[in-house]
């Protein structure tokens, strides 16, 4: 029969003490400071690969202290964002944000070869107070706001800033704000802004 000193009975208790505290510092800074998400599929390419990348995800880029005045930094044109997924709150999607509270967005901003217009080509839309108009950078292939509208900004879960693995490599490639691919913003015609019931 095996006795347990005094004294080893205290390394165990303080040791598994430590053990505890690293797992909660690790889990809080990957939840509230920085963590990597990984991004697979075609709805960002070329932005991100479509056989899978990871990115820096920062949760809290978009969160300020309620001192003096200060409020919430929300998300800007061009930021890439993750964000719960409309279709399945079970998953999360890395998109680019197009539209803002106030902003005027086509629902349907690309256009077929063959000339066809689709339902939503040509009508546009007034992004809602406290939500954000998010679309694939690949608009051919991407589920975004074009199919489920927009996205509460509670539904964002933070900012991308860089693409950290690439095609098996680690890799440091600031994501910045782009929306060149999309070409010049039409312009709605008078009168042609329906409003969107949620």
């Known amino acids: 029969m095996a006795f347990i000193r005094p004294g080893m009975m205290t390394q165990y208790r303080f040791m598994a003490g430590v053990t505890i505290k690293i797992f909660a ?19 960002m390419y070329p932005t991100l690969d479509a056989t899978g990348d ?35 709150p079970a998953y999360t999607v890395c998109k680019r944000v197009i539209g803002i509270e106030g902003d005027v967005v086509e629902i349907e901003p690309t256009r077929s070869v063959d000339g066809s217009k689709s339902w939503a080509q040509g009508r546009f839309l007034r992004v809602p107070k406290g939500h954000i108009w998010i ?25 991308v800033t860089h693409r950290i693995w690439h095609r098996g490599w680690l890799d440091w490639t600031t994501l910045g704000p782009n929306m060149s691919y999309l070409g010049p913003s039409p312009v709605p015609p008078p009168g042609s802004v329906q409003p969107r019931p949620l």
């Open 135 to 159: 679309v694939g950078d690949n608009l051919s292939n991407s589920t975004d706001s074009r199919d489920y509208g927009p996205v509460p900004i509670a539904m964002v879960k933070g900012k």
């Open 25 to 43: 510092a690790f889990h809080v800074f990957n939840e509230a400071v920085a963590s990597s998400q990984p991004c697979a599929g075609w709805s």
């Open 54 to 88: 990871a990115v820096l995800l920062l949760p809290m880029a978009y969160w300020r202290p309620k001192i003096w005045g200060m409020s919430n930094k929300r998300p800007e044109r061009g930021d890439l964002v993750v964000t719960t997924n409309m279709n399945n």
